[in-house]
């Protein structure tokens, strides 16, 4: 386990792991490959995104780029345009910034592509091509005795983001996460993860809607992280939010062979943590409130997002 960075503020938004083969500067196919392994963070603390290179882990360098933004939560990368998209918590709506590859540190950065001001209380950003996905966890029906939340819809053209719809769950939302066109998303406050199957195409209309499965994982108090890749899982546990004991009760998950183990667990059923799940947890660990997590299965890398040790840190587990 490696500090990437330790900072007074908290870096609480998700992270987006790059990692690529770019000669799109040249058409000459003999030019060396060049490998660029970067980690996007969002910041909720003053807006402002911070981009690691985390190619030598041993000398992780950073930049941080400023926005208008004063709060930010959920952030994407997409390596085919070089931009980053974030959601505002104090704008209230989606900002793209281009170029960042080659942004200065300390830039302060204009959006090149935004949306209007739909959100309440975004939390995360799940992107499955141009259907940009935003968990928002404010109270829907006004009553705080009921679980809900809401999933804005957006489509992003070259002009901007639109808003295509709204989906109301009957449970808090935090973490989402695509795997191929299913939907899936943590169920705040609850140690349960539920799934949308074929989620963009199947509600298309502003509606209140039922998880197509949901399940219970074992050995999790109250999850918010959410990170997939080459099969593999990762769901963060905060254990209790605030109290004493609550800087070193957190944990993640980690499922291999994720969807196949998930198909086997019947709709209200529990993925038990014996056979299916690794937890990773204790005090060398800096775990308290672990509230988003990254993971590349090419190198085995976890990247936590930990808010409640040192004012908040970046931590990577190999």
Same mark, same amino acid.
């Given at each position: 386990?490696?500090?990437?960075?330790?900072?007074?503020?908290?870096?609480?938004?998700?992270?987006?792991?790059?990692?690529?083969?770019?000669? =799109? =500067?040249?058409?000459?196919?003999? #030019?060396?490959?060049?490998?660029?392994?970067?980690?996007?963070?969002?910041?909720?603390?003053?807006?402002?995104? +911070?981009?690691?290179?985390?190619?030598? &882990?041993? /000398?992780?360098? #950073?930049?941080?780029? %400023?926005?208008?933004?004063?709060?930010?939560?959920?952030?994407?990368?997409?390596?085919?345009?070089?931009?980053?998209?974030?959601?505002?918590?104090?704008?209230?709506?989606?900002?793209?910034?281009? =170029?960042?590859?080659?942004?200065?540190?300390?830039?302060?950065? /204009?959006?090149?592509?935004?949306?209007?001001?739909?959100?309440?209380?975004?939390?995360?950003?799940?992107?499955?091509?141009?259907?940009?996905?935003?968990?928002? /966890? *404010?109270?829907?029906?006004?009553?705080?005795? +009921?679980?809900?939340?809401?999933?804005?819809?957006?489509?992003?053209?070259?002009?901007?983001?639109?808003?295509?719809? $709204?989906?109301?769950?009957?449970?808090?939302?935090?973490?989402?996460?695509?795997?191929?066109?299913? %939907?899936?998303?943590?169920?705040?406050?609850?140690?349960?993860?539920?799934?949308?199957?074929?989620?963009? *195409?199947?509600?298309? +209309?502003?509606?209140?809607?039922?998880?197509?499965?949901?399940?219970?994982?074992?050995?999790?108090?109250?999850?918010?992280?959410?990170?997939?890749?080459?099969? +593999?899982?990762?769901?963060?546990?905060?254990?209790?939010?605030?109290?004493?004991?609550?800087? $070193?009760?957190?944990?993640?998950?980690?499922?291999? =062979?994720?969807?196949?183990?998930?198909? *086997?667990?019947? /709709?209200?059923?529990?993925?038990?943590?014996?056979?299916?799940?690794?937890?990773?947890?204790?005090?060398?660990?800096?775990?308290?409130?672990?509230?988003?997590?990254?993971?590349?299965?090419?190198?085995?890398?976890?990247?936590?997002?930990?808010?409640?040790?040192?004012?908040? &840190?970046?931590?990577?587990?190999?």
């Amino acid at each position: 386990m490696k500090n990437l960075k330790l900072s007074a503020i908290a870096l609480l938004a998700v992270f987006s792991f790059y990692s690529c083969s770019s000669d =799109d =500067d040249s058409s000459d196919d003999t #030019s060396p490959d060049v490998k660029r392994a970067e980690l996007y963070a969002s910041n909720n603390s003053n807006g402002n995104i +911070t981009k690691y290179d985390v190619k030598d &882990r041993n /000398n992780v360098t #950073s930049k941080t780029f %400023l926005t208008l933004s004063l709060d930010s939560e959920g952030i994407f990368y997409d390596g085919s345009s070089d931009e980053v998209t974030q959601a505002s918590r104090s704008l209230l709506q989606l900002n793209s910034y281009a =170029d960042v590859s080659v942004t200065e540190n300390g830039a302060l950065i /204009n959006a090149n592509l935004s949306s209007a001001a739909n959100l309440v209380s975004p939390r995360d950003i799940a992107v499955n091509g141009n259907i940009y996905v935003v968990a928002d /966890n *404010a109270d829907v029906d006004g009553d705080p005795d +009921t679980a809900d939340g809401r999933f804005f819809i957006y489509t992003k053209s070259s002009n901007g983001f639109t808003l295509r719809n $709204t989906v109301t769950v009957n449970f808090k939302v935090w973490g989402i996460e695509f795997i191929g066109n299913d %939907l899936f998303a943590v169920v705040d406050a609850t140690s349960d993860l539920a799934v949308f199957t074929n989620f963009a *195409a199947s509600n298309t +209309t502003n509606a209140t809607v039922e998880a197509s499965k949901r399940i219970t994982i074992e050995g999790i108090v109250r999850t918010h992280g959410i990170a997939f890749d080459g099969g +593999t899982m990762i769901l963060t546990d905060i254990g209790a939010a605030m109290g004493a004991g609550s800087d $070193t009760d957190g944990a993640f998950h980690v499922i291999t =062979d994720f969807q196949n183990k998930f198909n *086997a667990v019947a /709709n209200g059923g529990i993925m038990a943590v014996s056979g299916n799940q690794v937890r990773v947890a204790g005090a060398n660990t800096f775990l308290g409130n672990p509230v988003a997590a990254e993971f590349d299965a090419e190198t085995n890398t976890v990247f936590i997002a930990e808010r409640a040790n040192a004012g908040g &840190r970046v931590l990577a587990f190999t």
